[in-house]
Structure formats: C-alpha cells, structure tokens
Nanobody, 117 residues
C-alpha cells in the first residue's frame, strides 16, 4: 500500500522560505520518479519540480532559480526547498510518485503553502 507523509507547509511572508518533505512507503522509492505539483486557487494542478530515480531535475519556469528538489533514497524522502516565495506561489502542494515501468502515478494528500504579508 502506497502511503505518503507530507510536511513543511504553512504561512510565510513574501521573500521567505519553506522546505517541504514527503516521506513515502509501499514501493521501491529509489527507482521511482518523484515530483512536486501544486494547485492554486482557481487553477489546475501543475508541475513544480520533478526528479527521476536516476537523477536529473526538471522545473517549471516560474520556480527556476528559486526552488530546489532533492531526494534521499535512504530515507525514502523527497524535498522541495522553496526560496524567495511570492504570493503567486500560494497553493496546495502535492507529492507525486511515478512507476518507471507502468508510469502509474500515486499522490500525497497535499500540504497548504500560503505566501502573504
């Protein structure tokens, strides 16, 4: 049974930083691609950052240079370091895992990030 524990969301002022964590279980974490997606108010869910099991990263243009995705396979955890946050980053952030063979995706429950003064 695939499970995720997401943490690190909250309220932060513009220009601030947060680090999201997603600890997964129920599958072979090291070979799965992991990603962070977000859904803002009135918007569709979209990619924030992606890291395959073999390394390499992909970022949405809107977060390049500000956000960093990383993974610790020993801890079955993927992170999203978010710096220079602005109100447009306000969204529910979701952790995603993708099978390297079936491409089936699994989703976390989401964690709220609110950027406001």
């Amino acid at each position: 049974q695939v499970q995720f524990v997401e943490s690190g969301g909250g309220l932060v002022q513009p220009g601030g930083s947060l680090r999201l964590s997603c600890t997964a279980s129920g599958f072979t974490f090291s070979v799965y691609a992991m990603g962070w997606y977000r859904q803002g108010p009135g918007k569709v869910r979209g990619l924030v950052a992606h890291i395959p099991g073999g390394g390499g990263t992909i970022y949405a243009d809107s977060v390049k240079g500000r956000f960093t995705i990383s993974r610790d396979n020993a801890k079955n955890t993927v992170y999203l370091q978010m710096n220079s946050l602005n109100p447009d980053d306000t969204a529910v952030y979701y952790c995603m895992a993708e099978s390297p063979t079936t491409y089936r995706t699994y989703w976390g429950q989401g964690t709220q990030v609110t950027v406001s003064s």
